[in-house]
């Protein structure tokens, strides 16, 4: 199984800019999809965009769609997650999670089986 640890959250202001990072070890990073979600208090966690092993298919939310970008870089097992013009309703803890599943477009939450602890986004108006 893969342990992912993710970084880079924190409290910033709408508009400004943040890179999420998860950070994975354990099985080899590249056999696996990855994607990040968010959860909101009191809210169902909700995915936000996911990347082929390859790293060259790309699937967004469309909440985040031309504001967020998800990429990986295999050599160093680690995802990202470039996310501008943040929004106040951005805000949530956001966790990477890492898939097995052989589907062309893995997007939903049961198809990932390993996840990280999460990272705060908070965005002030």
């Known amino acids: 199984q893969v342990q992912l640890v993710e970084s880079g959250g924190g409290l910033v202001q709408a508009g400004d800019s943040l890179r999420l990072s998860c950070a994975a070890s354990?099985?080899?990073?590249?056999?696996?999809?990855m994607g990040w979600f968010r959860q909101a208090p009191g809210k169902e966690r909700e995915f936000v965009a996911a990347?082929?092993?390859?790293?060259?298919?790309?699937y967004y939310a469309d909440s985040v769609n031309g504001r967020f970008s998800i990429s990986r870089d295999n050599a160093r097992n680690t995802l990202y997650l470039q996310m501008n013009s943040l929004k106040p309703e951005d805000t949530a803890v956001y966790l990477c999670?890492?898939?097995?599943?052989?589907?062309?477009?893995?997007?939903?939450?049961?198809?990932?089986?390993?996840w990280g602890q999460g990272t705060q986004v908070t965005v002030s108006s």
């Open positions: 999670a890492a898939s097995e599943s052989l589907q062309r477009k893995v997007v939903r939450t049961t198809e990932f089986g390993s």
């Open positions: 990347i082929s092993r390859s790293g060259y298919s790309t």
């Open positions: 354990g099985r080899t990073f590249s056999s696996y999809a």
